[in-house]
């Protein structure tokens, strides 16, 4: 959530951010109003307790006739201090409930509009030409059949739509990825987590995904508990309720678990194959840094990713992800995509987003300096997703004969593999 003093001496801004993000800007005037009434209610809250209090040191010493005035009036501030209490909590409670409704703010540099408004700020490795090459590339479904490495059919039929299973040099692939992002990150100074993949309603709330994400969200109803997404909501709800001590900033987790997607919204986008799925592991990066060296850190964290894709020798570009398609928690992301070659354009395969404190205030995480406590700021990043890792290395590292050619930093974590190579029919 944002904070509330800003919200009251700068409402513009947020309603800046919030048309910007395409969300309800009458938001902001509701929750100005909500907050309005939180405080003045607080306010007569107060007075009437202060009352209530001086009556109850008057009326020992009060006279026989001034005690049955006094008793008479003490007996009305009950009833008026507890009509006044309920109402400062039911303020509390509508602006508690429409402060999470709005979203973090967006960075004035931020790109405006929707998702195809983003802004293209690098690019990076060569596209390969196949015609000059004298061969068309297959898709990586047909790779993954021919190397014995993908079975989406069994998937479908065991799970459903959109549920795989990774098989022989996939399924050691997979492992190659998440072994090689794991040492790149631990290398970097992040410290490796295996983390739940079942959290909490406060933890799913506090990062932000039952907003506007909730529709793409598994909830367990019997046992209240929601599948994640993705380790950020873990890595960030595991500081909630504490206060670090600045010394400790900044912190740096490497997480690595199963996420779950619902892919709402996304029928007949992506159906073919693993770029899209209701299943996938994914090693994610995850911060804690103070609220001035957040946009440093971001830069850092896109500085990761680069350096990650790089090393798988993949083509891709960087993106400045316009303001309507941020997510509720981001102020800023920057997202990496891999070129597809057999769908001729690049696709997502890593983000990274600074969320101020927008998440460290939902959770209740503070760090200490000097004598004063305050939010810190949260950030994350992909390091690898591991469906879209395997499609973009599968298309982009393809030969003519349908075998894929491993790349170098994969290599120790496949024992010494140089090419991936058909089965035999």
């Known amino acids: ?49 202060a009352e209530q209090r001086q009556l109850g040191k008057l009326i020992p010493k009060a006279s026989a006739d001034e005690k049955a005035e006094l008793l008479k009036r003490a007996e009305q501030l009950k009833g008026d201090v507890k009509a006044a209490d309920a109402e400062r909590d039911a303020a509390d409670a509508e602006t508690q409930e429409l402060l999470l409704r709005l979203g973090n703010l967006v960075h004035p540099d931020v790109p405006v509009g ?75 100074g992040f410290t490796p987590m295996l983390t739940p993949a079942l959290v909490r309603p406060q933890s799913m709330a506090g990062t932000g995904f039952l907003g506007q994400a909730a529709q793409d969200v598994y909830h367990l109803d019997k046992d209240d508990l929601y599948l994640v997404g993705t380790s950020e909501v873990a890595l960030a709800a595991y500081h909630m309720d504490e206060i670090i001590d600045a010394d400790k900033l900044p912190l740096r987790y490497a997480g690595f678990s199963p996420c779950f997607r619902r892919e709402a919204g996304s029928h007949g986008k992506d159906t073919r194959g693993i770029f899209r799925v209701h299943q996938f592991d994914k090693v994610e990066m995850f911060t804690y840094v103070t609220p001035e060296d957040s946009q440093a ?9 680069k350096q990650w894709l790089t090393s798988l020798e993949l083509p891709f570009r960087v993106i400045d992800v316009a303001s309507a398609d941020l997510g509720s928690s981001a102020s800023r992301k920057f997202d990496c995509e891999a070129w597809i070659p057999t769908q001729g354009k690049y696709r997502e395969l890593t983000s990274t987003s600074d969320c101020t404190e927008y998440q460290s205030r939902r959770l209740q995480i503070r760090f200490r300096d000097g004598k004063q406590v305050r939010p810190l700021a949260t950030l994350n990043g992909t390091l690898c ?3 879209r890792t395997i499609v973009a290395i599968l298309e982009n590292h393809q030969q003519a004969d349908g075998s894929v050619r491993v790349p170098e930093v994969l290599r120790p974590y496949l024992g010494g593999r140089e090419v991936l190579e058909p089965v035999a029919k």
């Open 1 to 49: 959530m944002i904070d509330l003093r800003l919200l009251r001496e700068d409402p513009d801004r947020v309603r800046a951010s919030q048309r910007a993000r395409g969300e309800d800007v009458a938001l902001v005037d509701s929750l100005l109003s909500a907050d309005k009434r939180r405080r003045s209610s607080g306010v007569r809250f107060d007075e009437l307790r």
């Open 114 to 188: 929707g998702e195809e408004d983003f802004v293209t700020l690098e690019k990076h490795g060569e596209i390969r030409d196949f015609g000059a090459e004298g061969f068309e590339p297959k898709d990586h479904l047909e790779l993954g059949q021919i190397l014995g490495a993908i079975d989406v059919e069994r998937g479908a039929k065991v799970s459903g739509s959109r549920f795989y299973f990774l098989t022989g040099v996939g399924a050691l692939l997979e492992l190659a990825l998440v072994n090689a992002a794991m040492a790149q990150a631990t290398a970097a």
């Open 297 to 305: 850190e971001h830069q850092r964290l896109l500085e990761w990713e």
């Open 385 to 387: 997703a591991v469906p």
